[in-house]
């Protein structure tokens, strides 16, 4: 009987975890104020701002919208609906976006995509906090634990948490998303992440303030599938099979 009840507790301890996503798209680097960005590289994210301009039929019908890409990865495109373009190229989304309007307007028509706004860029700080990048007062946001590129970046007023997880090149496949917390001086607040970027729950979309610390912690076990958990199961119950010889 003894041997059922420890059995059992090693099974509760080590029940699987998997990731909370299926995979994070392999977002472009940081890049600095200036530099160039090449539209067949750059993969668009949350807070990237795109253009699409639509000119239908013969009285030349011309509709132009903007938008800003959610923290869900889409936008709404009126008359067609959401389209999700996270991870996507310029080239790609344009082709992407260019089928679904197809579906819709039957008509002739001319349609032109492209980046506006890229999402505001991350500044590596290391060897450049003297350099002039930045004018009048600088203040930060540090972003650490399961995201792809943990550190400080530069203050941006108005933006929320969404916004630099996306900065930090998004969560790990081992990030515990749910149980994020931003500390803000002498309070701890705790942020569902995983509702707020892959359900859309922008109500709980935190704004961020100068010196916040964004932490995105780790599951305790995590299983990257579940040949890794039955093997891990293996294991205990050889180790568990030796101590009660």
Do not use: C, H
Request: hydrophobic share 40%; no cysteine; charged share 20%.
């Amino acid at each position: 009987m003894k041997r059922f009840i420890v059995f059992g507790l090693i099974l509760s301890l080590v029940s699987p975890v998997f990731s909370q996503i299926d995979a994070v798209p392999n977002l472009d680097d940081g890049y600095l104020v200036g530099d160039n960005i090449d539209e067949s590289v750059y993969k668009l994210a949350p807070g990237d701002g795109v253009e699409a301009n639509l000119i239908v039929g013969e009285n030349d019908l011309s509709l132009n919208y903007r938008f800003n890409i959610g923290p869900d990865g889409k936008i709404f495109f009126p008359k067609v609906g959401e389209i999700l373009l996270l991870g996507k190229t310029i080239p790609d989304a344009k082709q992407t976006i260019n089928e679904k309007i197809k579906s819709v307007y039957k008509e002739k028509y001319l349609f032109s995509f492209r980046l506006v706004q890229p999402r505001r860029v991350q500044i590596y700080l290391t060897g450049s906090e003297d350099k002039p990048l930045y004018v009048g007062e600088k203040k930060y946001v540090s972003v650490y634990g399961e995201v792809a590129r943990a550190g400080r970046f530069e203050y941006i007023p108005g933006r929320n948490f969404s916004d630099y997880i996306s900065y930090a090149g998004g969560p790990t496949q081992r990030a515990n998303l749910s149980s994020s917390t931003i500390t803000r001086k002498d309070k701890k607040f705790t942020v569902n992440g995983a509702g707020i970027i892959f359900n859309g729950n922008l109500k709980d979309d935190m704004a961020i303030e100068p010196g916040d610390v964004i932490n995105v912690p780790a599951q305790f076990f995590y299983f990257t599938d579940f040949g890794s958990f039955s093997a891990m199961i293996l294991t205990f119950v050889a180790l568990y099979s030796t101590f009660l010889k």
